[in-house]
């Protein structure tokens, strides 16, 4: 995991699961650009975090988003 992974870019969602965890999606590296890109973003797109002291869980999410927005935890 390199440094670049823990800083958020555009947050698109926000939600809480039921560990009462915040997971956030963003893209990353990556602003609103027209045209859309073509290309996934290489840098993880969703962080889950402690609730109580706010530290990361977790990130996943590299390769699979072009342009995210939204998010639903079900």
Known sequence: MYA??????????????????????????R???DPMPEEYIQLPTIF???????TLINSFGADEFIMPHGLSVD
């Open 48 to 54: 889950i975090y402690n609730a109580d002291d706010g």
């Open 4 to 29: 670049e992974e823990n800083i958020l870019g555009q947050v698109t969602g926000i939600d809480i699961n039921s560990k009462s965890q915040i997971i956030v999606f963003h893209r990353a590296d």
């Open 31 to 33: 602003g609103w650009v």
